[in-house]
């Protein structure tokens, strides 16, 4: 059942260069000099904390999709398994973080909790357009901040600039994406 979800809701042709983009940022705002296989383990973190947060950011949206998206599978199945798989890549990110040091671990666990708060509180008091571009999106500069503190010594004007250049693609791409839905085009 989670191999339909990511064939549904997590192509790779869209989340892979997502992932990829997120360690260049990161690696450019950081001082380290990241080997060939630490380029690899950031490049699957990353695809794995931009997985946990698209899985939530659909699991909080399945009230929404049952009257304009019925046939996603989040909808037509029940939550529970999402919700457990949801719970693991939570802390398996916890985790991965912490292999290589507590801070970027604590910036993950503090990342959960403001999308916690922003899921539960926020929401519902905020217009759509607003939380998905002031909100939602503030998720991809947060991991370009993690995967740069993960990678050692981020320098704060470079990490500026690169967390910047991450909410901005992020921006962009669902600014694009938005158009194309609204214009019937569902790729």
């Known amino acids: 059942m989670f191999t339909a979800y990511l064939r549904e809701r997590f192509p790779l042709r869209i989340f892979g260069p997502a992932a990829i983009g997120i360690v260049a940022a990161a690696s450019w705002a950081s001082t380290a000099t990241p080997t060939p296989a630490t380029l690899i383990y950031m490049i699957a973190f990353s695809a794995l904390l931009v997985l946990q947060f698209r899985l939530w950011d659909d699991l909080e949206d399945r009230a929404r999709d049952s009257a304009t998206h019925p046939e996603r599978l989040l909808v037509r199945t029940t939550a529970a398994p999402f919700r457990r798989a949801l719970m693991f890549l939570g ?19 503090l990342l959960d909790l403001v999308f916690y708060v922003a899921y539960r509180r926020t929401r519902s008091l905020v217009p759509d357009g607003v939380w998905r571009f002031s909100i939602l999106l503030s998720k991809y500069p947060a991991f370009v901040v993690v995967l740069a503190t993960v990678l050692g010594a981020p320098q704060p004007r470079r990490l500026a600039a690169a967390a910047l250049a991450a909410y901005t693609t992020a921006c962009g791409y669902e600014a694009l994406h938005g158009k194309r839905r609204f214009a019937g085009v569902t790729s």
């Open 91 to 109: 802390l398996a990110n916890v985790a991965l973080c912490g292999i290589d040091g507590w801070p970027a671990a604590v910036e993950v666990g």
